[in-house]
């Protein structure tokens, strides 16, 4: 059974049209992560919740903001997508700090046209 | 920010054993060092994590040695389904979970 789900698996948008990515997770996990990864390169940290407080990494665009009204499910909003905004999304969970491992979902894979 | 150092790539054929080392010089005392597999299209999955010495799983082996500055993923026997990418992860600050370049397994027939 899938524990972390990510919708829809594929999307597509226009230029500078507002997008949103959603996660929905059955573990019960108190943090959560949003990842950016293109073709070739390793996933990219953008933003993690630890609960409810929102850790945002220092070089993650402005463009992109993250909502999570509660425990079982996060948001990615991106504002105005440009074509470098093309990529696979990746969502993980993890129980706490005191582990190490990591739970991802398929990814959303996004096209910006 | 223990910063780690992999092999962009490595290539294997089927059945032999492959090691993978990663180098991480400036770990801190309170770090575990994880290792995730990458499957195209993929999430990473979490294969096996250690502090010292020697770890097993049914999957993998993780050899780390004393001074801890570096640590060895092996893989017994791998297959043609091993192809993937292999991540090394040193987590600072528990939460803050960044991925390095990882290394290119590819298996051979």
């Known amino acids: 059974d899938a524990m972390v789900i990510q919708n829809p698996r594929y999307q597509v948008t226009q230029f500078g049209k507002p997008v949103t990515l959603s996660c929905s997770q059955t573990?019960?996990?108190?943090?959560m992560y949003w990842y950016q990864q293109k073709s070739s390169q390793a996933p990219k940290l953008l933003f993690h919740?630890?609960?409810?407080?929102?850790?945002n990494e220092a070089d993650t665009p402005d463009n992109f903001q993250s909502r999570r009204p509660n425990t079982s499910f996060c948001f990615l909003d991106i504002r105005s997508p440009g074509l470098g905004d093309a990529a696979m999304y990746l969502c993980?969970?993890?129980?706490?700090?005191?582990?190490?491992?990591?739970?991802f979902g398929s990814g959303t894979q996004l096209s910006v046209l | 920010l223990a910063k780690t150092t992999q092999p962009i790539s490595m290539d294997s054929y089927e059945g032999q054993e492959v090691n993978i080392t990663c180098s991480h010089n400036?770990?801190?005392?309170?770090?575990?060092i994880t290792w995730y597999q990458q499957f195209p299209s993929q999430g990473p999955r979490f294969i096996i994590q250690?502090?010292?010495t020697k770890v097993t799983n049914e999957v993998a082996s993780l050899f780390i040695p004393a001074d801890r500055k570096s640590s060895t993923l092996s893989l017994p026997r791998v297959s043609l389904s091993d192809t993937a990418v292999y991540y090394c992860?040193?987590?600072?600050?528990?939460?803050?979970?960044?991925f390095g370049a990882g290394t290119r397994l590819t298996v051979k027939p």
């Open positions: 992860l040193v987590v600072l600050n528990n939460n803050d979970m960044r």
């Open positions: 250690g502090y010292k």
């Open positions: 919740y630890y609960d409810k407080d929102f850790n």
């Open positions: 400036n770990i801190a005392t309170n770090d575990y």
């Open positions: 993980a969970t993890k129980a706490g700090t005191r582990t190490e491992k990591l739970f």
């Open positions: 573990l019960n996990h108190n943090v």
